[in-house]
């Protein structure tokens, strides 16, 4: 059973650039995060989405950022216009589609973004 | 915001010595679940330990122990005989469904460097 995918795995884009990031999560899995993770700091929740549903994107800037999971194919993380601020790792967890309260998140291995 | 503290931002030790990696969290919540990440030098986020605030025992997994402590809201990991490959960043997770949404919220992390 493989894990939770992500790609690329680095990215590199200069400021104004657009920015695409792809999670394939687990199979069985149909309940999608993104975090991220800036230098030196821990994980901080952006968006969780289930099929062609964003649940709570509380913790996603308002401009530039946008999430979603269609019916088919991968979740896609969309940045906008990049900044230098925008440099971090992106990470990807999904849960089981039959789960209960609390259940683990498995995360992809990232997407390392940087910003030029 | 109810958050996840770990005091101890960077831990460095002599192989073969036990360490005790501590973490202290803040919730409202009469259930809830806890949750121990590593993250290795390699970046991606492995899961090591799910526990849920009915269970109170200690928990033994190999050179890997927990001790959850209700009382004093703490949730602390302790790695028995360190070797090398255990230096990482450990993370410390709380699940929270504050505002009806699933997210984990992390604490900043504990850089764990063992040294041979």
């Not at chain 1, 920015?19 to 929740?45: N, T």
């Not at chain 1, 790792?89 to 609390?102: K, L, N, Q, T, V």
């Not at chain 2, 996840?4 to 990696?21: C, F, G, P």
Request: net charge positive; charged share 25%.
């Amino acid at each position: 059973n493989a894990g939770v995918m992500q790609n690329p795995r680095h990215l590199v884009r200069r400021r104004g650039q657009e920015a695409r990031l792809r999670c394939s999560p687990m199979k069985g899995h149909s309940h999608v995060y993104w975090y991220r993770q800036l230098p030196e700091e821990g994980l901080k929740f952006m968006v969780y989405l289930q099929k062609e549903n964003i649940i709570d994107e509380s913790g996603m800037p308002k401009e530039r950022f946008s999430a979603e999971f269609p019916k088919e194919g991968p979740s896609i993380l969309r940045i906008q216009q990049v900044v230098r601020g925008d440099s971090a790792a992106y990470f990807c967890a999904s849960s089981p589609e039959d789960r209960g309260i609390g259940e683990t998140q498995y995360f992809g291995p990232g997407t390392r973004l940087l910003v030029l | 915001a109810q958050k996840v503290t770990q005091a101890q931002t960077e831990i460095s030790v002599v192989e073969k010595e036990d360490v005790t990696l501590d973490c202290v969290y803040e919730t409202r919540d009469t259930t809830y679940y806890l949750f121990w990440y590593k993250q290795p030098p390699s970046g991606e986020l492995v899961f090591l330990i799910r526990r849920n605030s009915f269970d109170e025992q200690n928990e033994i997994s190999g050179r890997y122990s927990w001790n959850f402590q209700k009382s004093t809201s703490s949730f602390n990991f302790t790695i028995t005989a360190s070797q090398v490959v255990d230096s990482a960043v450990y993370f410390c997770a709380r699940y929270s469904t504050q505002g009806g949404s699933e997210k984990l919220v992390f604490g900043k992390g504990t850089k764990l460097t063992v040294n041979p």
